[in-house]
Nanobody, 112 residues
Framework: QVQFVESGGGLVQPGGSLRLSCAAS?????MGWYRQAPGKQRDLVAG???????NYVDSVQGRFTISRDNAKNTVYLQMNSLKFEDTAVYYC?????????WGQGTQVTVSS
């Protein structure tokens, strides 16, 4: 069972940037960043294949960039032009997500 450790979250003003990192305990072909806002379900926002093909939900397209370092089993999420509605706990996991692989996540708060 691959486990994930997320880091890099924090408090940022609207329009600011953050870079999240996710260290996996093993190699996963298709990786994703998910987020869960208070009172809402956890949703996939960005995905990347082991070959580097990426996809994004419309709400983050053009602002977020997912990338990976296969040698380090690490996935990143560069988040630019952050908005209030990006506030959430961010998680990484495989796609589809392994139900017992969720980590603690990293909190991203966008506030002025």
């Amino acid at each position: 069972q691959v486990q994930f450790v997320e880091s890099g979250g924090g408090l940022v003003q609207p329009g600011g940037s953050l870079r999240l990192s996710c260290a996996a305990s093993g190699s996963i072909s298709n990786m994703g960043w998910y987020r869960q806002a208070p009172g809402k379900q956890r949703d996939l926002v960005a995905g990347i294949t082991i070959g580097g093909l990426t996809n994004y939900v419309d709400s983050v397209q053009g602002r977020f960039t997912i990338s990976r370092d296969n040698a380090k089993n690490t996935v990143y999420l560069q988040m630019n032009s952050l908005k209030f509605e990006d506030t959430a706990v961010y998680y990484c996991n495989a796609i589809p997500a392994g139900p017992r692989s969720w980590g603690q996540g990293t909190q991203v708060t966008v506030s002025s």
